[in-house]
């Protein structure tokens, strides 16, 4: 049993953004039924079993059926579908869900208290509503990138899709926000997600609030931070470590671990902002002292006194990390065609409904007898069906030969 169990979401998601939101409800118990083209393109790979290694993780613990929303028959078999539902979530261009007959004004008339998430690029109105965006986009429109990289350097995106996650974090959060009120209320409602707001809100912070109250343009300034010295990463005899001595006792801590204790009093760098003005000049004497360390002492020097440090873990570091391991972040799971493999584990820690991830994720159509059948379609109807589908995969593989 987990927090949503006997909760049910219609999945109408791709790439990134709308299968993020949805796995969070599928990991925390809601039963996640993705509705896919029966002439679903491969993206691309790698594969494993013949499945794509990109969906291993985000599509984990749903279910998938096949439906072609422009046949008539297979739309009133959508109906029933979503008409079963709790929730829906797309993240079509805005538009589409109309041309599909499954638009929020349109389901809400035979579920009236359905709770209903959109994701887009720049939301369902607007004057950039018709807009269609991808990860880089945002990251570049939002001003993100404007503050990320080396100071003389171009402007960067991020190195995991950020806005595409950020977005889709905000409709988990807004989605149990929305099954929570309606508890309380008996009603549903109509969730817009930007993924342009969702940067804009969460990634530029304090950038874009000093803007609007003091006027002042953020610009890159590589690992350092914006209100803050002694917070960056610095060079050790055979690499590199971030150190994050932002406040009196971290900094004199820092100090101690470094052997540069004549500076814990120096009137040049008493307070955090004598630091921060000085801040090149400061940091400049501790690489000096950095340099005399590799990055294994320097760790444990800086974790002894109790200065806030890390390693720069590369991926490979990351995942044979103890505390990773020892917390279960690593899990295998199983695969119809891809047998077991190895995801990330869902952070979410309950004291009394642990999330519980059974199963990777579904080969396109696996649960199509299951559900159809729950709707009331009978074994011949089903057979029929599918290989009215069977039909349609097989002009669609044709036509790609071609």
Do not use: W
């Amino acid at each position: 049993m987990g927090i949503l169990t006997g909760y049910r979401v219609i999945d109408f998601t791709s790439f990134l953004s709308g299968p993020l939101s949805t796995c969070i409800l599928a990991d925390l118990g809601a039963e996640v039924i993705r509705v896919e083209r029966p002439d679903k393109k491969l993206a691309g790979g790698p594969y494993k079993g013949g499945e794509r290694s990109y969906d291993f993780s985000l599509m984990r613990g749903k279910k998938s059926v096949t439906l072609d929303a422009k046949d008539p028959e297979q739309h009133k078999i959508l109906v029933d579908l979503i008409s079963t539902a709790d929730a829906l979530v797309e993240n079509f261009k805005p538009g589409t869900t109309k041309k599909m007959g499954i638009s929020y004004e349109e389901v809400i008339q035979y579920n009236p208290n359905i709770c209903y998430a959109s994701i887009s690029g720049f939301g369902q109105t607007g004057p950039y509503s018709s807009r269609g965006a991808l990860d880089l986009v945002i990251e570049g429109m939002s001003g993100f990138m404007s503050i990320t990289g080396e100071r003389d350097g171009r402007p960067l995106s991020a190195g995991a899709s950020i806005a595409d996650m950020f977005a889709g974090l905000h409709a988990a959060i807004g989605m149990l926000a929305m099954l929570l009120n309606r508890e309380r209320t008996g009603k549903g409602q109509h969730l817009d997600i930007s993924m342009l707001e969702a940067m804009f809100a969460v990634c530029c912070e304090n950038a874009v609030t000093r803007y609007l109250n003091f006027g002042t343009i953020a610009g890159r300034i590589g690992n350092d931070h914006p209100a803050n010295a002694c917070f960056s990463d610095f060079p050790t005899s055979d690499g590199s470590i971030i150190i994050a001595a932002n406040r009196d006792n971290t900094y004199a801590a820092m100090c101690r671990a470094l052997n540069m204790e004549e500076y814990i009093n120096d009137p040049r760098f008493l307070t955090c902002n004598d630091r921060l003005e000085r801040r090149e000049e400061i940091h400049e004497i501790i690489r000096e002292h950095s340099r005399k360390f590799t990055t294994a002492e320097l760790d444990e020097r800086l974790r002894k006194e109790g200065c806030p440090a890390g390693v720069i873990n590369n991926i490979k570091q990351i995942c044979e990390d103890e505390c990773i391991n020892a917390r279960g972040m690593i899990l295998e799971v199983d695969h119809k065609t891809a047998g077991t493999y190895k995801i990330p584990n869902s952070p979410l820690r309950f004291s009394e409904t642990p999330v519980n991830i059974k199963h990777g994720a579904p080969i396109l159509g696996e649960n199509n007898r299951e559900i159809f059948g729950q709707l009331g379609l009978s074994k011949e109807q089903i057979d029929a069906l599918l290989e009215k589908q069977a039909k349609v995969r097989t002009m669609f593989k044709d036509h790609e030969l071609d």
